[in-house]
T-cell receptor, first 112, second 112 residues
Framework: EDQVTQSPEALRLQEGESSSLNCSYTVSGLRGLFWYRQDPGKGPEFLFTLYSAGEEKEKERLKATLTKKESFLHITAPKPEDSATYLCAVQAITDSWGKLQFGAGTQVVVTP | DGGITQSPKYLFRKEGQNVTLSCEQNLNHDAMYWYRQDPGQGLRLIYYSQIVNDFQKGDIAEGYSVSREKKESFPLTVTSAQKNPTAFYLC???????????FGAGTRLSVL
């Protein structure tokens, strides 16, 4: 069965203190791995899609990387506005209709 | 502005009552999805639809029903058979199955 585990569950950072979030996955053939950002009481906002091991994508202070078993979301010199819950989801090759299997998320709080 | 509109933002259900959550998109997307989000858990798929007049059950469809009479609309009904309906409900859409899913702002359902 496909599984996605995110760690840590929560992360408290000082402004400017870089860190990484982990997303470990078990899937029968990866079609894609997705990162979303979710603010309290709002819907998830798409950040990145990664398709193959070794792939990296960047957006402002965020950088996502992918290996065969996990993905990392690196937050460089975070600012308070980076505070949010970050969700990871995987899509299996066997699911032709686009099912996403989500992790529980990592809640990030960045203090000034 | 193109996007996904969910309404209402907050909804209260009395015992034995059916309630309907609205989801409308003007992105011209073929595929639409309904997810349920509970604290500390990942998003779980309730129903999905790849095309008008066709929809499939997701992982937790019991106690829910949907329709897809128009490409733009995918309403979700939470029936009285759903014994634990309190959750945050999210609607998503994508150009086709397997593509990036974009989310609405969500509806928070509570039981009176």
């Amino acid at each position: 069965e496909d599984q996605v585990t995110q760690s840590p569950e929560a992360l408290r950072l000082q402004e400017g203190e870089s860190s990484s979030l982990n997303c470990s996955y078990t899937v029968s053939g990866l079609r894609g791995l997705f990162w979303y950002r979710q603010d309290p009481g709002k819907g998830p906002e798409f950040l990145f899609t990664l398709y193959s091991a070794g792939e990296e994508k960047e957006k402002e202070r965020l950088k996502a990387t992918l290996t065969k078993k996990e993905s990392f979301l690196h937050i460089t010199a975070p600012k308070p506005e980076d505070s949010a819950t970050y969700l990871c989801a995987v899509q299996a090759i066997t699911d032709s209709w686009g099912k996403l299997q989500f992790g529980a998320g990592t809640q990030v709080v960045v203090t000034p | 502005d193109g996007g996904i509109t969910q309404s209402p933002k907050y909804l209260f259900r009395k015992e034995g009552q059916n309630v309907t959550l609205s989801c409308e998109q003007n992105l011209n997307h073929d595929a639409m999805y309904w997810y349920r989000q509970d604290p500390g858990q990942g998003l779980r798929l309730i129903y999905y639809s790849q095309i008008v007049n066709d929809f499939q059950k997701g992982d937790i469809a019991e106690g829910y029903s949907v329709s897809r009479e128009k490409k733009e609309s995918f309403p979700l009904t939470v029936t009285s058979a759903q014994k634990n309906p309190t959750a945050f409900y999210l609607c998503a859409s994508s150009t086709d199955s397997g593509d990036i899913q974009y989310f609405g702002a969500g509806t928070r359902l509570s039981v009176l």
